[in-house]
């Protein structure tokens, strides 16, 4: 799983995120929880909730064709 999951953050969340300087780290994946870390102009923004349920939880879910929850680390 960690291997689609950090394909889905290469190839599809990090371009898109860094067209407003924004980044995405993955931290960890333990069975269906996948930690992750905002940066760049995405640190500490309000709307990084939102992120991840528009765009980093479906990018994840459709990388590894289940169900994954995500959870965002300082």
Same mark, same amino acid.
């Given at each position: 799983? &960690?291997?689609q999951i950090e394909a889905a953050i290469r190839e599809r969340l990090s371009?898109?995120?860094a067209t407003e300087g924004g980044t995405l780290e993955l931290v960890d994946v333990q069975d269906a929880v996948? &930690?992750?870390r905002f940066g760049?102009?995405?640190r500490g923004c309000p709307?990084?909730?939102y992120m991840v349920?528009?765009?980093v939880a479906p990018a994840f879910r459709e990388a590894t064709g289940g169900d994954v929850r995500v959870e965002v680390v300082a």
């Open positions: 799983m &960690r291997e371009p898109l995120f996948v &930690r992750v760049g102009s995405y709307s990084v909730s349920a528009a765009y």
